[in-house]
């Protein structure tokens, strides 16, 4: 059911006070005094947001939480490459407020209902004097966070937007632990998470996790990137405070638009914990645009898929023709004898295509889309995985070359949907900054992945693979942003370290997962290729994680698209991971976030779509740890049988013992308590069965 309401506009002239740490009011003391001009709360009252102006016009906004301060006043306004700032001289305009209430379904996600309840505030702003521009600002507020955007209307003196940069800023009102990963660095977002103090941060992607002084978590991210450069963090002159860095183009301006738009929002999701964050994280899918797609059950397929893939990571096979190239027609009709045997629907191929031959990173100028290898019948292929009730999935690697991708989309998807393909999944591998770019004039120019062009680029694949019924999964992407809502058949992206990694020599430390839970994943899903049972990578080294842990990244980390990543050779050697592997889906109807702590641990209980059947994982850092969990999510009144897949005695990802799990049933009810042992680097997955009968479809 939807119940919007209507509220007439209000204007509150009525100082607020709101209490903050004494640094921070110190800081406030030493500014031009501020008077509220509006103020918004939560639906439960809990979250204020108060809107100011200072004594030389300049606009701020604060957020509390229960009485006190998350962010002190923070400046808004913008800088422009050939016109004055928005930023001193201006006067309330006016004030409008809304609210909603309304329940929206996904097709396919970690909850098959949303709930968007919010409350609405939008402050217009006018220069008093010369230009006398107008912008308007609007908050939604949540019962778990804030969304803000700004609108710049068509006017007079503003109908072209250079935009240079933002002057938003979020000052936190008091110190912290922050969890951050650097931007405009060569590996685009593919670096570790760093913990350091709140002041420690230099400039951050977002999601950037925060854990104030008073416990209180912070995750501050955006939504609906659309027409825009992405965000960053820079650190302000201010104590724990940071600046929106708008990520640069080719040109002077970060963005170059029409006036008579909205930015993207900027988020901030708030919890008692990290826990909390993952369901907080929702408002950033609420302040998306809805589905443009219509009904897409008919050719949007979550699912698991298996991949010619791993040798190649490992340097086994090569993407490029010659002695050791991996996407054969032989070895791909190998991994769908594989996937037909254990269930698993899909089979990813790369390096099909003619293009992989000599030096094609940062170059991919010389693939083609629509043209396989000769060691590659695409034709056949098609009708071997079809007679085996199989898909292939597609792979068009770009080398960065965009606008050489831009000139054969409808080809690529043409072809595609022409043999049988529903997901495409994309790849950008360039160094940042250095995406290949060229007008229509012949120009060469060279970009960021997450600058406004890239940002547009992207939209561009998404909405001609819609066209012919493809989905994408997304690598070397723009960072999540919720827009999966409106685009329902951008199913996943890379955008972090994956299990690639683990291949290599600087691999991905024991605590990485537990990280990636409470930070990027608050953004949107992730293809991060689990499942490595043999446990080793390039040169035989070892991975490490615990056997156990490969099985729990499956309800952990979430996409609707998961690899089953590692090779038909290595599930041989470890078949008592199969049976798990066979039965976890990819497409849930509920998700409850258990318990965690960012970087340490984190357990995640979800629930399979269509099923009364739970599945659970955890997994922790290089430290030992146990603790029970409650049971509540199970129905009452039945009996469940619990499948656990669990380290082992001695299990320890350092030692030879990484692969010890020992695999056990118990029954078990609501209201039971069951406890969780990881080892160093381990984990832990169960499957909940009902007990009597098979889980009745729902």
């Given at each position: 059911?939807?119940?919007r309401?209507t509220m007439p506009a209000?204007l509150?002239?009525?100082a607020?006070?709101?209490?903050?740490?004494?640094?921070?009011?110190?800081?406030l003391a030493n500014?031009p005094?501020?008077?509220?001009?509006?103020?918004?709360?939560s639906?439960d009252?809990?979250?204020t947001v108060?809107v100011a102006?200072?004594?030389e016009?300049?606009a701020?906004?604060a957020v509390?939480?229960?009485g006190r301060a998350?962010?002190t006043?923070?400046?808004?306004?913008?800088l422009?490459t050939?016109?004055?700032?928005?930023?001193?001289g201006?006067a309330?305009a006016g004030?409008?407020r809304?609210r909603?209430d309304?329940?929206?379904?996904q097709p396919w996600?970690e909850?098959?209902?949303?709930?968007d309840?919010?409350?609405?505030?939008?402050?217009r702003?006018?220069e008093?004097?010369?230009?006398?521009?107008e912008i308007?600002?609007?908050?939604?507020?949540?019962?778990?966070?804030v969304g803000f955007r700004?609108t710049?209307p068509?006017?007079?003196?503003?109908?072209?937007?250079?935009i240079?940069?933002?002057?938003?800023e979020?000052?936190f009102?008091?110190?912290?632990t922050?969890?951050?990963?650097p931007?405009?660095?060569?590996?685009?977002e593919?670096?570790?998470y760093?913990?350091?103090?709140l002041?420690g941060?230099?400039?951050?992607q977002?999601?950037?996790?925060v854990k104030?002084a008073?416990?209180?978590h912070v995750a501050i991210?955006?939504a609906?990137?659309v027409?825009y450069a992405?965000?960053?963090?820079r650190?302000s002159?201010?104590?724990?405070a940071f600046i929106?860095d708008l990520?640069?183009?080719?040109?002077?301006?970060?963005v170059?638009?029409?006036?008579g738009?909205?930015?993207?929002?900027r988020?901030?999701?708030?919890?008692d914990?990290?826990a909390?964050?993952y369901a907080?994280?929702r408002?950033?899918?609420?302040?998306?645009?809805?589905?443009?797609?219509?009904d897409?059950?008919?050719?949007?397929?979550?699912g698991k898929f298996?991949g010619?893939?791993w040798?190649?990571?490992?340097?086994?096979?090569t993407?490029s023709?010659?002695?050791?190239?991996?996407?054969?027609?032989a070895n791909?009709?190998?991994?769908?004898?594989?996937?037909?045997?254990n269930?698993?629907?899909?089979?990813l191929?790369?390096?099909?295509?003619v293009?992989?031959?000599?030096?094609?990173?940062?170059n991919g100028?010389?693939?083609?889309f629509?043209?396989?290898?000769?060691?590659?019948?695409?034709?056949?292929?098609?009708?071997?995985a079809k007679s085996?009730g199989?898909y292939?999935?597609?792979h068009?690697?770009t080398?960065g070359s965009?606008s050489?991708?831009?000139?054969?989309?409808?080809r690529?998807f043409?072809y595609?949907?022409?043999h049988?393909?529903p997901?495409?999944?994309?790849g950008y591998?360039t160094d940042?900054?250095?995406?290949?770019?060229?007008?229509?004039d012949?120009?060469?120019?060279?970009?960021?992945?997450e600058g406004?062009?890239m940002v547009?680029?992207?939209a561009?694949v998404v909405?001609?693979a819609?066209?012919y019924?493809?989905s994408?999964?997304s690598?070397?992407?723009v960072k999540?942003?919720?827009?999966?809502r409106?685009?329902?058949?951008?199913?996943?992206?890379?955008?972090?370290?994956?299990?690639?990694?683990?291949?290599?020599?600087?691999?991905?430390?024991?605590?990485h997962?537990?990280?990636?839970v409470?930070?990027q994943?608050?953004g949107?899903?992730?293809?991060f290729t689990?499942?490595?049972v043999?446990?080793?990578g390039?040169?035989?080294?070892?991975?490490p994680?615990?056997?156990a842990?490969?099985?729990?990244?499956?309800?952990v980390i979430?996409?609707?698209?998961?690899?089953?990543?590692?090779?038909?050779?290595a599930?041989?050697?470890?078949?008592a991971t199969?049976?798990?592997?066979r039965?976890v889906?990819?497409?849930?109807s509920?998700t409850r976030?258990?318990?965690?702590e960012?970087g340490?641990?984190?357990?995640?209980?979800r629930?399979k779509?269509?099923?009364?059947?739970w599945?659970?994982?955890s997994?922790?850092?290089?430290e030992a740890?146990?603790?029970?969990?409650?049971?509540d999510?199970?129905?009452?009144?039945?009996?469940y049988?619990a499948?656990?897949?669990r380290?082992?005695?001695?299990?320890d990802?350092r030692t030879?013992?990484?692969?010890a799990?020992?695999?056990e049933t118990?029954?078990?009810?609501r209201?039971?308590?069951?406890?969780i042992?990881?080892?160093?680097?381990?984990?832990q997955a169960i499957?909940f069965v009902p007990?009597?009968k098979?889980a009745?479809?729902?």
């Amino acid at each position: 059911m939807t119940r919007r309401i209507t509220m007439p506009a209000l204007l509150t002239l009525a100082a607020i006070t709101i209490a903050a740490p004494a640094a921070a009011q110190d800081d406030l003391a030493n500014r031009p005094k501020t008077q509220v001009v509006a103020k918004g709360t939560s639906p439960d009252g809990r979250i204020t947001v108060t809107v100011a102006l200072d004594g030389e016009g300049r606009a701020s906004y604060a957020v509390a939480r229960d009485g006190r301060a998350i962010l002190t006043d923070s400046r808004l306004g913008f800088l422009f490459t050939d016109a004055p700032k928005i930023d001193r001289g201006l006067a309330l305009a006016g004030t409008a407020r809304d609210r909603a209430d309304t329940t929206w379904r996904q097709p396919w996600g970690e909850w098959e209902t949303i709930r968007d309840r919010h409350n609405e505030l939008t402050v217009r702003f006018r220069e008093a004097a010369r230009l006398k521009r107008e912008i308007g600002v609007t908050f939604r507020i949540f019962d778990d966070g804030v969304g803000f955007r700004y609108t710049l209307p068509a006017q007079a003196n503003l109908k072209q937007a250079n935009i240079a940069g933002e002057l938003t800023e979020f000052a936190f009102a008091e110190p912290g632990t922050a969890w951050w990963k650097p931007a405009y660095l060569w590996n685009r977002e593919e670096y570790r998470y760093r913990k350091t103090p709140l002041d420690g941060v230099g400039t951050a992607q977002t999601v950037m996790t925060v854990k104030l002084a008073s416990g209180t978590h912070v995750a501050i991210h955006e939504a609906a990137l659309v027409d825009y450069a992405a965000m960053n963090l820079r650190r302000s002159d201010r104590p724990n405070a940071f600046i929106a860095d708008l990520t640069p183009g080719s040109a002077a301006a970060s963005v170059s638009r029409a006036a008579g738009f909205s930015t993207p929002w900027r988020t901030i999701a708030i919890a008692d914990d990290a826990a909390g964050l993952y369901a907080a994280s929702r408002i950033g899918l609420n302040l998306n645009e809805p589905n443009k797609l219509g009904d897409t059950s008919s050719w949007i397929r979550p699912g698991k898929f298996v991949g010619v893939w791993w040798n190649m990571i490992t340097g086994k096979w090569t993407w490029s023709r010659g002695p050791r190239h991996g996407a054969t027609t032989a070895n791909v009709k190998h991994y769908i004898d594989f996937a037909a045997a254990n269930g698993i629907p899909g089979v990813l191929v790369e390096g099909w295509n003619v293009g992989w031959d000599g030096d094609w990173f940062g170059n991919g100028k010389d693939m083609q889309f629509d043209q396989p290898t000769e060691d590659f019948d695409a034709a056949e292929l098609q009708r071997y995985a079809k007679s085996k009730g199989v898909y292939l999935i597609g792979h068009n690697e770009t080398g960065g070359s965009a606008s050489h991708y831009d000139a054969q989309l409808d080809r690529a998807f043409k072809y595609a949907q022409d043999h049988g393909i529903p997901v495409v999944k994309t790849g950008y591998v360039t160094d940042a900054g250095q995406i290949e770019r060229t007008d229509a004039d012949g120009s060469q120019h060279r970009e960021w992945h997450e600058g406004q062009w890239m940002v547009n680029h992207y939209a561009r694949v998404v909405e001609t693979a819609a066209k012919y019924h493809v989905s994408i999964d997304s690598h070397e992407p723009v960072k999540d942003t919720g827009l999966r809502r409106t685009w329902p058949n951008w199913v996943a992206r890379e955008g972090g370290r994956g299990m690639e990694y683990m291949s290599w020599q600087d691999k991905n430390p024991p605590e990485h997962e537990a990280n990636l839970v409470f930070t990027q994943l608050l953004g949107g899903p992730m293809d991060f290729t689990p499942g490595i049972v043999s446990l080793k990578g390039s040169d035989d080294s070892d991975i490490p994680s615990t056997l156990a842990k490969q099985l729990a990244n499956y309800v952990v980390i979430y996409s609707p698209v998961v690899m089953v990543a590692d090779t038909p050779e290595a599930y041989a050697q470890y078949p008592a991971t199969l049976p798990f592997l066979r039965a976890v889906p990819t497409d849930w109807s509920d998700t409850r976030v258990l318990n965690g702590e960012v970087g340490d641990y984190a357990t995640v209980a979800r629930r399979k779509k269509g099923s009364d059947e739970w599945f659970l994982g955890s997994v922790g850092d290089e430290e030992a740890r146990s603790f029970t969990v409650a049971l509540d999510f199970l129905d009452p009144g039945r009996a469940y049988t619990a499948e656990i897949y669990r380290d082992g005695p001695g299990a320890d990802y350092r030692t030879a013992a990484r692969h010890a799990m020992t695999v056990e049933t118990k029954t078990v009810r609501r209201g039971d308590q069951l406890t969780i042992a990881l080892a160093p680097g381990g984990g832990q997955a169960i499957r909940f069965v009902p007990v009597g009968k098979a889980a009745r479809k729902r």
